[in-house]
């Protein structure tokens, strides 16, 4: 109950629950602890047979899962616009496959606004748990002979393996670390550790243990955030939390009577049911209404487990009863329907791009794309690369450095007269002389350093070709999200005095102009395009005025503007954007936007050649 109610209201947006993806967490322990004592009784009775275990198993988990997958469809068919379904295709087959966990680590960004609008995203966790339930009774039925007090301390050196490798993984790569079994699984062996001890041993209930196992939970749901590096040992919080509970609130306990009342009670029978179901609605939701409330987020919530009950009695609870059908009619049965699953994600990839819009809209009236389907600047050149395909050869005069938002500036610039530009990018590395980054859950140590490496290169590079006259800076600048204003126009100064510093050194005249981040509103404009033309109303609704500026485009307006101050020339993006307090998603027919912050090819051109008269 406390697991599938804080995951739920933390996917609901609840800024009150900011932590609640910490249900997950105590699904794990939970689900260690109960299949443990599940195979270690029936081992203990002699009989126990693994074809029995993956039969409860298929029969508990995949009827409900079917259903959702089933109902999902049709909405994604109609409803999402083609990178989106694209994704969901995917995700379906990989749903079937028990690997959906290893398919969005690879599109990766859990806490990210695209994701939020991904149905089966919740799915990881289940992959998670079938990849143990495949794997562990066969580990029990191996080393059963070995005896249980050997198997625990097997375990429990699995587990702290495990949770030493998350410890590391998420300075490492946090993505992976996230949504990967081997460095989640230590939370799912921490439960099977306690069935273990309660099976030798019975442990008395204690009103202490049990209310700071109960604090321990509500503290990491209320106080943890989505900057909180998961799993690590902060994830210890809630795991701990979760074994104090199953070990000492027995019903003489306080914490004990209070989860054994019916309401509890009911939100645990039907937990696996709404957890099914609440992602699928609210990726939905926000898919079709784009902006939600909370008034009809708490819709959604009420939503959820009403469909969770119906789903639990009318799907789950009759199909567990069939404990006597053919094992391998049961088998036979699950196989081919995971097969037609297979089977119509790969009809939906294959007709995903050919499709006509809803009400007769074609993709193509407003240069439909999304991130996947445009590359920006020169394509297939990410980092230091000097072939001709990006740009370089003997009659290059110009070097665009930075990030990803510098790609964008490729088109812009080859609008002016003279210019022969070549481009050295690196995503997510910002253009500095000396790095300024420190590791935290969103750069990695690694990652500092090899932005860092880059920019030598860059430098160093710019410095021996005395054909280079020019530089072109772009970068998103994401280093200051978290920054105060003090603190941005400080790192603004460090900025222009090292590159400074650097340009004396070359003992030559270059000119460095930036390419500041284009205006972005505190939505994405270019899903909110898509968003119209899906649902048939007007693409300009997206346009935005300034009060609706992003707090990133807000920080960054302050360090390019300290940098004006300072000397550093930058081109006027934002005038060409917005005029009067207001600013255009879409111009003379154009799209400004790839996405939430680049510009789009075309776009980036068109507005080139407008300021390139000037500047000619």
């Known amino acids: 109950a406390l697991a599938v109610i804080s995951v739920i209201l933390f996917h609901a947006d609840l800024q009150i629950f900011n932590g609640g ?13 109960l299949i443990t004592t599940i195979i270690v009784n029936d081992l203990e009775n002699e009989n126990f047979s693994l074809t029995k275990f993956y039969k409860r198993r298929a029969l508990r988990l995949l009827p409900a899962l079917y259903f959702v997958l089933l109902v999902c469809i049709p909405f994604a068919f109609f409803w999402m616009i083609p990178g989106q379904l694209k994704d969901f295709s995917q995700s379906l087959a990989s749903v079937n496959l028990f690997i959906s966990n290893v398919l969005f680590w690879k599109e990766a960004g859990y806490f990210s606004a695209i994701s939020e609008e991904k149905p089966l995203l919740h799915t990881w966790s289940l992959a998670v748990e079938e990849q143990y339930y495949l794997i562990f009774p066969i580990f029990l039925v191996t080393l059963w002979h070995y005896g249980l007090k050997k198997i625990f301390w097997v375990i429990l050196l699995l587990c702290l393996t495990s949770f030493m490798a998350s410890e590391f993984a998420w300075r490492i790569s946090p993505d992976a670390n996230f949504y990967l079994a081997p460095t989640r699984v230590w939370e799912i062996f921490s439960g099977s550790i306690v069935a273990i001890c309660l099976y030798q041993r019975k442990i008395i209930g204690s009103d202490l243990y049990s209310f700071l196992g109960c604090l321990a939970i509500l503290i990491s749901i209320f106080f943890y955030n989505k900057q909180t590096p998961f799993p690590s040992a902060y994830t210890l919080l809630p795991v701990l939390g979760t074994i104090l509970i199953i070990l000492y609130a027995d019903k003489s306990t306080l914490v004990g009577k209070l989860l054994s009342l ?37 819709l959604l919530v009420f939503a959820t487990f009403l469909i969770g009950y119906l789903s639990w009695r009318f799907i789950e609870k009759p199909f567990r009863t069939l404990k006597n059908l053919n094992n391998n009619m049961i088998f036979i049965s699950f196989a081919l329907i995971a097969l037609v699953f297979v089977v119509i994600s790969f009809l939906l990839l294959s007709n995903n791009m050919n499709r006509e819009m809803i009400n007769g809209n074609n993709f193509s009236k407003y240069k439909y794309t999304d991130e996947s389907y445009e590359k920006i600047g020169f394509p297939n050149c990410e980092g230091f690369n000097l072939t001709p395909s990006c740009g370089h050869d003997d009659t290059t005069n110009t070097i665009a450095w930075g990030d990803s938002y510098v790609k964008h500036s490729i088109p812009f610039v080859k609008s002016f007269k003279g210019i022969n ?42 410095k021996g070709n005395s054909s280079i006259k020019k530089i072109i800076l772009g970068s998103r600048f994401t280093l200051i999200e978290d920054m105060k204003v003090h603190q941005i126009e400080k790192l603004a100064e460090y900025f222009y005095i090292d590159l400074k510093k650097w340009l004396k050194l070359i003992n030559r005249p270059i000119d460095v102009i930036i390419l500041p981040p284009p205006p972005t509103p505190n939505y994405d404009p270019s899903r909110c395009i898509n968003h119209k033309l899906m649902t048939g109303y007007n693409p300009a609704d997206c346009d935005f005025k300034e009060s609706d500026f992003g707090e990133l485009y807000l920080k960054q307006k302050i360090f390019i503007d300290k940098l004006s101050n300072l000397g550093l020339d930058s081109y006027p993006l934002e005038s060409a954007i917005c005029q009067d307090g207001f600013c255009k998603t879409i111009i003379n027919k154009i799209r400004v936007f790839r996405d939430d912050g680049h510009l789009r090819n075309e776009s980036s051109e068109y507005f080139g050649k407008i300021m390139g008269e000037y500047y000619n």
């Open 262 to 298: 019916n309401f509890f009670v009911g939100i645990g029978l039907i937990s696996y049911s709404a957890y099914l179901w609440h992602q699928p609605l609210f990726a939905f939701a926000r898919i079709r209404l784009y902006e939600l409330n909370n008034n009809i987020m708490l």
């Open 21 to 33: 993806f910490v249900g997950v967490d105590i699904f794990f322990v939970i689900s260690g602890y």
């Open 421 to 462: 530009i070549g481009q050295l990018a690196l995503s997510a590395c910002p253009p500095f002389v000396e790095s300024y980054e420190k590791p935290n859950i969103k750069r990695t140590k690694e990652n500092i350093l090899l932005c860092s490496s880059f920019n030598q290169k860059v430098l160093n590079y710019i």
